[in-house]
């Protein structure tokens, strides 16, 4: 037996690996006795150290790893102390992942001698979008020659089985496997789920699940025996990091302690069951292993009680740490941008106008030259039809399939994968095809993309531009012409531009390029090549490559007749995209009566520009595409009407489309639902009689 063990794995690492079991033991069995002090919600990796261990063991400086919640054991192996675990555990200011934000468990690290950690959140299976988004970040970044590597970099995702189940699950090992990236998808399998058992959730465990996959090899392992799973993680990274294709490991494993600190195994678990999984203790079986194989039992004994010792000793260091500062508590929302003034040529001599739909492809395309980072890839943008409104036409026939690539039907994939790819280094432009299929997508953007630098403590914001066609004109329909501003602009930690004319566009665009934060472009389709009437104006003298236009940025396009507002006869409408135009149209039955403010971006707001106007005005009008009830424009006209309360004439008021559920197809029915200049000026009349 002591030959046989010692051919498969060294002395020095199975030492290594039962000290780091009696250490995650002892943290486990310490967080338990002072469950009063250990108050916020945890679980811990009891049950699953050997498969853990044996991961982190296999992993380089260079390499990237999402562990999930139960997965401390990992963090151990790759190098974290107790201690810094432990500074998350009770959320202390000194916390190394995210300054007392987020659980424990969950990581994120750029420290240089260890395998780098994207921000990990709760939403069970999410994760392996991002992560996913990594790896393709890395066959683009080798494809290209933009880094070189001492070693080839793997990365691991590690997931629960019952979040398998998850279909953005099923986007990332789509994407993997079509791509051959090089991933290894770590399915931990110790037949629970909360409370819910294998049999109630799924057909199948994940070997099986994946077996349809074309190209993504797997493998079973037994994730209670550290010599086998040494063995087989082993090999998954070496054929990983020499193949670069894709891998997915199932590993079985046990459930010793609870679920988490606030779900508890009594809860849920009778006897039998807890007796069965104990039966299967890593560290017991790794123990057993050792001393049949010539170990000395006092050695191991002192292993543990050194482990206990130095668990108890980090646990007292951690409780007497510092909490967090409260004016603290707004740090990392954003990254700073460099991006603060407009800057470059607007109006160049000699210029030619070009439509909206031409300012975002030059924009791109100046920015793929200048940038080999720079990317686009989502649905139909390819070379062939260059996006169902020929807005990346062109890109790819000079940039070639690598940079500008068709996807899958997958909005999750397309949006969270840029999360991935931002932290090594990218700059992913991507699109979804309407306004109306961004819902696949929220949960990563929320979950991941909105959370990551405020959650990482600002070291992993995410770089991105999601290019988002908007808007309803000639009889669109109900799932081509939606407006999701209110939805988005909920979301906090992105950013969210709306122009209304080809050199605002460009300039926001660039903007957003050199913004180190996501940004959502919405992009109203009705404005791309101004065909519908009264949007002339959306055609402009193309600006320079050099123009940048920062965000937060409103801007007067029609100021009122200073006479007319000194007499207390003029009123200010605040609106964006197709907003503009009707604004604009009204206006001219006014005879400078009505100023006009195109906020451009939503957020940041320009707030400073609309509340000195309504304040010189002192009548407002909010005007919006979208239904009213309980959207981003009421939210703004209850802001302004707090802040210039004293200066108003008459309530804050706001106008936008019919609270209907979706935008009907039949024309007849689409303008009545929506605003239009007539209606606008219906309410201006209204309004200058105060």
């Excluded at 432990?86 to 468990?105: H, I, T, V």
């Excluded at 000699?350 to 030059?362: C, F």
């Excluded at 979301?491 to 903007?511: R, V």
């Amino acid at each position: 037996m002591e030959n046989t063990l010692h051919e498969k794995v060294s002395q020095d690492i199975l030492l290594k690996a039962y000290n780091h079991m009696m250490l995650a033991k002892a943290m486990a069995d310490i967080y338990e006795e002072n469950r009063n002090i250990c108050k916020y919600v945890h679980s811990t990796s009891r049950g699953h150290e050997a498969i853990q261990l044996a991961t982190a063991y296999q992993l380089k400086k260079e390499d990237w790893i999402s562990p999930y919640y139960r997965d401390e054991s990992i963090l151990l192996g790759i190098g974290f102390e107790p201690y810094q675990l432990m500074l998350q555990l009770l959320a202390k200011a000194e916390d190394p992942f995210s300054g007392g934000r987020s659980y424990y468990s969950h990581p994120s690290s750029k420290d240089e001698d260890k395998p780098k950690i994207i921000h990990q959140s709760s939403a069970t299976g999410m994760q392996t979008i991002p992560t996913t988004g990594v790896a393709q970040g890395i066959k683009y970044i080798q494809d290209f020659n933009l880094r070189d590597f001492e070693n080839d970099p793997v990365v691991v995702c590690s997931l629960g089985d019952n979040s398998v189940t998850e279909g953005e699950v099923s986007e990332a090992l789509q994407f993997a496997a079509l791509h051959q990236l090089p991933i290894i998808f770590l399915v931990q399998d110790n037949e629970w789920g909360i409370s819910v058992t294998k049999d109630e959730a799924r057909t199948c465990d994940a070997y099986d699940f994946v077996a349809g996959f074309t190209g993504l090899s797997r493998m079973r392992v037994d994730g209670t025996d550290f010599v086998e799973s040494f063995e087989a993680m082993k090999k998954a990274v070496d054929f990983v990091r020499t193949e670069r294709k894709p891998l997915v490991v199932c590993a079985k494993t046990v459930l010793i302690g609870h679920h988490t600190s606030g779900v508890r195994r009594e809860f849920y678990r009778d006897e039998e069951d807890l007796i069965k999984h104990r039966a299967k203790d890593p560290g017991e079986i790794l123990r057993k292993q050792l001393i049949e194989s010539g170990a000395d039992e006092d050695l191991l004994k002192q292993i543990t009680k050194k482990a206990r010792l130095e668990a108890e000793e980090a646990f007292e260091r951690a409780k007497n740490a510092e909490d967090p500062k409260p004016e603290t508590v707004m740090q990392h929302v954003f990254a700073p941008t460099p991006v603060t003034e407009e800057v470059g040529t607007r109006e160049p001599a000699n210029g030619e106008k070009i439509v909206m739909v031409d300012a975002a492809i030059h924009a791109i395309q100046e920015i793929m030259w200048k940038h080999p980072e720079a990317l686009l890839y989502g649905q139909d943008v390819g070379e062939r039809i260059g996006g169902v409104f020929r807005e990346t036409v062109t890109l790819g026939k000079k940039f070639g399939s690598k940079r500008v690539f068709n996807t899958a039907i997958q909005e999750a994939y397309i949006i969270g994968s840029t999360a991935g790819m931002s932290a090594v280094g990218l700059k992913p432009i991507v699109e979804v095809q309407f306004a109306d299929y961004i819902y696949p997508g929220i949960n990563q953007l929320i979950t991941e993309i909105s959370k990551s630098s405020y959650l990482s403590g600002g070291k992993y914001p995410v770089s991105n531009i999601i290019r988002v066609p908007i808007g309803a004109y000639g009889g669109g329909g109900p799932y081509h012409s939606g407006s999701v501003e209110s939805i988005l602009a909920n979301i906090k930690g992105i950013k969210i531009a709306y122009p209304s004319n080809a050199a605002d566009f460009k300039g926001l665009l660039k903007a957003a390029y050199y913004d180190p934060n996501p940004v959502i472009m919405l992009e109203h389709k009705g404005l791309y090549w101004s065909k519908v009437p009264g949007t002339e104006d959306a055609k402009t003298i193309e600006p320079a490559e050099d123009y940048i236009l920062p965000f937060g940025k409103g801007k007067i396009i029609i100021e009122a007749d200073k006479e007319e507002t000194e007499k207390g006869r003029s009123l200010l409408v605040v609106t964006y995209g197709m907003g503009v135009y009707w604004a604009k149209e009204a206006a001219k039955s006014f005879n400078g009566k009505v100023e006009v403010i195109d906020l451009r971006t939503l957020i940041p707001l320009d707030e400073e520009l609309v509340f000195e106007r309504v304040k010189i005005h002192g009548k407002c009008i909010v005007l919006t595409e979208e239904q009213l009830n309980n959207s981003f424009a009421e939210a703004f006209a209850h802001r302004i009407s707090k802040n210039c309360f004293r200066y108003l004439d008459a309530p804050v008021e706001t106008m936008g489309s019919l609270d209907v559920p979706a935008v009907p197809i039949n024309l007849v029915l689409e303008k009545e639902m929506l605003p239009n200049a007539g209606k606008l000026s219906e309410k201006i009349e209204e309004m200058l009689k105060y």
